[in-house]
């Protein structure tokens, strides 16, 4: 009696094993268990072939231990083991949704070769607060009830129980295995290829139609289940390449925008300008606007994680004096979003940078290492006028290998980072003092962007005086997720206003909005109030992604419930603004700022692609017959924004979702196919541009040698 209660304790126990492992893997693909991740939409073909391809994983590895463990006993042992490797492995692909919001995949791991000092701390104290703040310990279930199961088992006789499994049955299962395999892997293929095929989707993808553990195993082994787009969009011929990309490039005399079916130019006019333009006749010669910049000097600054809904909530917005009064002579994009993918900062300036999108589930700055791109640049275009061309960073020279980077790809004429900043006395441990009347000193493990705002001004300075004209670079670290050094202190009574408390990360987020105003204040004031404005200069300012506040915080903050999707759409909804500051000043008392000589806000759909062209048709850069594909930022063109990472789209009124096409802003909004398709065959072939080192080099040169 008590081996039959043995016998049936242990096929419990593997029972058990089976079906907890396998449903936990749910967490990672279900939005209801995961509101970090941006899934497909659930269908019982794709449920099935992941339930068969995670059975098949779980039973392999079973078969190949339980080849050499004869004893009931040790296998339990050593499955319970296993099982809390499992469980371990959920939750930090967990952690990974929690600060990317896509599944993890073997190309997105170069992210980790930046230099984590700084940062590693606080992202592994948030990364265990998800244990308690979002029930992320339901993922270790499986190994405590197993525990349980195997500690009730110590009173049953199972060190009788023994088994041999002999080759041909280890063999005859293996082989059964590797069929039933083979045929989810089948499936999934022709499910992704029928869905969304693009690379950046793929691991969310196929942890949800092929199983987390088969997908996971098949990336460690080797296998990248990438998709060879140009097979798939049938891109054989030069007349294929040459009538593909010329229906997205915009660098052309004329062209009919898809949206509306008006037809553009690369020489935009001012009659198909939005209403809400201001330009001084200093800057006009007529009806183009055209190289209306020329000759001016620029600097681009690379914001860090700041959102627009700074600026849209009465909490935050009161505390930006300096940055509304900027805005106020600036041209401002109002609609901005972000194009990123698992790049990130590095992947918003390759979009701002070459006008092209990122793939989304892999670093070009760092694959550059092995691949060596031969992409256009804005500095490049710049270098070939006779600019100094400059970047400067707070971080590491390293840091997503800018190092190589800048100099080699974007083709920088110097670079300037923290092992510079140290060189020339900066003392990182000591902090930089950015009040000397009060003693105030920034700590951080970088340069303070106080210190990058006043060497901005020292480099422009420099360069006006040699009569160089220039185009710096300069890319502030500040506020970085987990926001920590903060110069201000976090005055939490100031966020006592809702029903429940924010986030600590939260209010740490919102309390640098003082540190951003000041940051920018520096830019063109300088600590005793005297102008630090650099003459016959612009100033173009975007930031790079969103802030990722996650857990209902922003239903909170913007007082009222929001979807899945509206969240999104408001992180990914991020400042930019064009200042071109002339010789009239305004008197604000302790400071002067000058007047704006072009102003606006553009209420239309703009992400930083659109960027990239603004600034070529604006200082009318020498790209010859080089394709690009963003609209102008003054037009009044529409297009659309395109987040590479979970494959957002937004467009002028509403946005919706690649992935699961039913996710849409507003909720009753039906996505045309024809728009789905044209911007989805825009990606694809977008992907293919960066997919090697030569595939931009081979189509630029077809399209060039037809225009």
Same mark, same amino acid.
């Given at each position: 009696?008590?081996?039959?209660?043995?016998?049936?304790?242990?096929?419990?126990?593997?029972?058990?094993?089976?079906?907890?492992?396998?449903?936990?893997?749910?967490?990672?693909?279900?939005?209801?268990?995961?509101?970090?991740?941006?899934?497909?939409?659930?269908?019982?073909?794709?449920?099935?072939?992941?339930?068969?391809?995670?059975?098949?994983?779980?039973?392999?590895?079973?078969?190949?231990?339980?080849?050499?463990?004869?004893?009931?006993?040790?296998?339990?042992?050593?499955?319970?083991?296993?099982?809390?490797?499992?469980?371990?492995?959920?939750?930090?692909?967990?952690?990974?949704?929690?600060?990317?919001?896509?599944?993890?995949?073997?190309?997105?791991?170069?992210?980790?070769?930046?230099?984590?000092?700084?940062?590693?701390?606080?992202?592994?104290?948030?990364? !265990?607060?998800?244990? +308690? &703040?979002? *029930?992320?310990? #339901?993922?270790?279930?499986?190994?405590?009830?197993?525990? /349980? =199961?195997? %500690?009730?088992?110590?009173?049953?006789?199972?060190?009788?129980?023994?088994?041999?499994?002999?080759?041909?049955?280890?063999?005859?299962?293996? !082989?059964?295995?590797? +069929? &039933?395999? *083979?045929?989810? #892997?089948?499936?999934?293929?022709?499910?992704?290829?029928? /869905? =969304?095929? %693009?690379?950046?989707?793929?691991?969310?993808?196929?942890?949800?139609?092929?199983?987390?553990?088969?997908?996971?195993?098949?990336?460690?082994?080797?296998?990248?289940?990438?998709?060879?787009?140009?097979?798939?969009?049938?891109?054989?011929?030069?007349?294929?390449?040459?009538?593909?990309?010329?229906?997205?490039?915009?660098?052309?005399?004329?062209?009919?925008?898809?949206?509306?079916?008006?037809?553009?130019?690369?020489?935009?006019?001012?009659?198909?300008?939005?209403?809400?333009?201001?330009?001084?006749?200093?800057?006009?010669?007529?009806?183009?606007?055209?190289?209306?910049?020329?000759?001016?000097?620029?600097?681009?600054?690379?914001?860090?994680?700041?959102?627009?809904?700074?600026?849209?909530?009465?909490?935050?917005?009161?505390?930006?004096?300096?940055?509304?009064?900027?805005?106020?002579?600036?041209?401002?994009?109002?609609?901005?979003?972000?194009?990123?993918?698992?790049?990130?900062?590095?992947?918003?300036?390759?979009?701002?940078?070459?006008?092209?999108?990122?793939?989304?589930?892999?670093?070009?700055?760092?694959?550059?290492?092995?691949?060596?791109?031969?992409?256009?640049?804005?500095?490049?275009?710049?270098?070939?006028?006779?600019?100094?061309?400059?970047?400067?960073?707070?971080?590491?020279?390293?840091?997503?290998?800018?190092?190589?980077?800048?100099?080699?790809?974007?083709?920088?004429?110097?670079?300037?980072?923290?092992?510079?900043?140290?060189?020339?006395?900066?003392?990182?441990?000591?902090?930089?003092?950015?009040?000397?009347?009060?003693?105030?000193?920034?700590?951080?493990?970088?340069?303070?962007?106080?210190?990058?705002?006043?060497?901005?001004?020292?480099?422009?300075?420099?360069?006006?005086?040699?009569?160089?004209?220039?185009?710096?670079?300069?890319?502030?670290?500040?506020?970085?997720?987990?926001?920590?050094?903060?110069?201000?202190?976090?005055?939490?009574?100031?966020?006592?206003?809702?029903?429940?408390?924010?986030?600590?990360?939260?209010?740490?987020?919102?309390?640098?909005?003082?540190?951003?105003?000041?940051?920018?204040?520096?830019?063109?004031?300088?600590?005793?109030?005297?102008?630090?404005?650099?003459?016959?200069?612009?100033?173009?300012?975007?930031?790079?992604?969103?802030?990722?506040?996650?857990?209902?915080?922003?239903?909170?903050?913007?007082?009222?419930?929001?979807?899945?999707?509206?969240?999104?759409?408001?992180?990914?909804?991020?400042?930019?603004?064009?200042?071109?500051?002339?010789?009239?000043?305004?008197?604000?008392?302790?400071?002067?700022?000058?007047?704006?000589?072009?102003?606006?806000?553009?209420?239309?759909?703009?992400?930083?692609?659109?960027?990239?062209?603004?600034?070529?048709?604006?200082?009318?850069?020498?790209?010859?017959?080089?394709?690009?594909?963003?609209?102008?930022?003054?037009?009044?063109?529409?297009?659309?924004?395109?987040?590479?990472?979970?494959?957002?789209?937004?467009?002028?009124?509403?946005?919706?979702?690649?992935?699961?096409?039913?996710?849409?802003?507003?909720?009753?909004?039906?996505?045309?196919?024809?728009?789905?398709?044209?911007?989805?065959?825009?990606?694809?072939?977008?992907?293919?541009?960066?997919?090697?080192?030569?595939?931009?080099?081979?189509?630029?040169?077809?399209?060039?040698?037809?225009?």
């Amino acid at each position: 009696m008590k081996k039959i209660a043995a016998w049936h304790s242990y096929f419990i126990f593997i029972i058990a094993f089976f079906l907890l492992n396998i449903l936990n893997t749910y967490v990672l693909t279900i939005q209801e268990l995961n509101r970090y991740i941006a899934p497909f939409r659930h269908n019982f073909l794709g449920e099935m072939n992941a339930f068969i391809g995670n059975f098949s994983i779980l039973f392999f590895v079973n078969t190949i231990f339980f080849t050499f463990i004869k004893k009931a006993k040790s296998r339990m042992k050593f499955l319970l083991i296993f099982t809390f490797l499992l469980n371990f492995f959920i939750f930090w692909m967990g952690v990974f949704n929690l600060f990317f919001g896509t599944a993890f995949s073997i190309p997105a791991s170069t992210i980790f070769k930046n230099p984590a000092e700084g940062f590693a701390m606080g992202t592994l104290i948030q990364a !265990l607060l998800e244990l +308690i &703040t979002y *029930y992320r310990i #339901i993922v270790f279930l499986p190994f405590f009830v197993l525990l /349980t =199961l195997y %500690l009730l088992s110590d009173r049953l006789e199972l060190k009788e129980l023994y088994f041999r499994v002999t080759p041909k049955k280890a063999l005859s299962a293996i !082989l059964i295995v590797a +069929i &039933t395999l *083979y045929t989810a #892997i089948f499936s999934y293929y022709e499910q992704f290829k029928n /869905t =969304l095929p %693009l690379n950046a989707v793929k691991s969310t993808f196929a942890i949800q139609h092929l199983g987390v553990y088969p997908y996971y195993l098949g990336e460690f082994i080797g296998q990248p289940f990438d998709l060879d787009l140009e097979t798939f969009l049938e891109l054989e011929t030069n007349d294929d390449y040459y009538d593909a990309y010329q229906v997205y490039n915009k660098n052309k005399a004329s062209y009919q925008n898809f949206f509306n079916q008006e037809t553009y130019s690369n020489d935009l006019l001012l009659s198909q300008t939005i209403d809400d333009l201001y330009i001084d006749a200093s800057l006009l010669n007529g009806e183009s606007l055209t190289g209306i910049l020329e000759g001016k000097n620029l600097v681009l600054i690379h914001l860090e994680s700041i959102n627009t809904f700074l600026l849209e909530l009465d909490l935050t917005n009161e505390r930006l004096v300096f940055l509304n009064r900027l805005l106020d002579e600036s041209f401002y994009f109002s609609n901005f979003y972000n194009n990123v993918g698992m790049g990130v900062s590095s992947d918003a300036e390759l979009s701002v940078l070459t006008g092209l999108y990122p793939m989304g589930d892999r670093t070009l700055y760092w694959e550059f290492d092995h691949i060596p791109y031969d992409l256009e640049s804005i500095p490049q275009y710049f270098n070939e006028i006779n600019y100094h061309t400059l970047a400067i960073h707070g971080d590491k020279a390293q840091f997503y290998n800018r190092d190589k980077v800048y100099p080699d790809l974007m083709t920088f004429d110097a670079f300037y980072a923290l092992e510079d900043f140290i060189n020339d006395g900066y003392v990182v441990e000591n902090g930089y003092i950015y009040d000397h009347a009060n003693q105030l000193v920034h700590h951080s493990p970088w340069i303070s962007d106080y210190h990058l705002a006043d060497e901005t001004y020292r480099f422009g300075t420099s360069f006006l005086s040699n009569n160089t004209p220039f185009m710096m670079f300069s890319v502030m670290m500040m506020p970085h997720t987990p926001f920590e050094f903060d110069p201000n202190a976090l005055d939490r009574d100031r966020f006592d206003l809702f029903d429940r408390p924010l986030q600590s990360i939260t209010m740490r987020y919102l309390n640098y909005v003082d540190y951003m105003d000041d940051v920018f204040k520096r830019f063109f004031v300088a600590e005793d109030g005297s102008s630090q404005t650099l003459d016959n200069t612009v100033y173009i300012f975007y930031s790079d992604h969103g802030s990722g506040i996650k857990n209902q915080d922003l239903d909170l903050l913007f007082n009222r419930e929001l979807s899945v999707i509206e969240t999104r759409k408001i992180l990914q909804k991020v400042p930019a603004w064009i200042y071109v500051p002339g010789d009239e000043v305004i008197d604000y008392g302790d400071y002067e700022l000058r007047q704006g000589l072009l102003k606006g806000e553009q209420p239309l759909v703009r992400s930083q692609v659109d960027l990239y062209r603004t600034m070529i048709e604006l200082f009318n850069l020498p790209v010859g017959n080089d394709p690009y594909f963003g609209v102008h930022g003054l037009s009044d063109e529409p297009t659309f924004a395109l987040d590479n990472r979970l494959m957002d789209v937004v467009l002028d009124g509403y946005m919706y979702s690649m992935r699961n096409k039913r996710i849409t802003y507003p909720e009753s909004y039906t996505i045309p196919k024809k728009d789905y398709d044209y911007i989805l065959r825009f990606k694809q072939l977008s992907d293919i541009l960066i997919t090697n080192d030569y595939n931009q080099r081979y189509i630029y040169d077809i399209i060039r040698s037809r225009s």
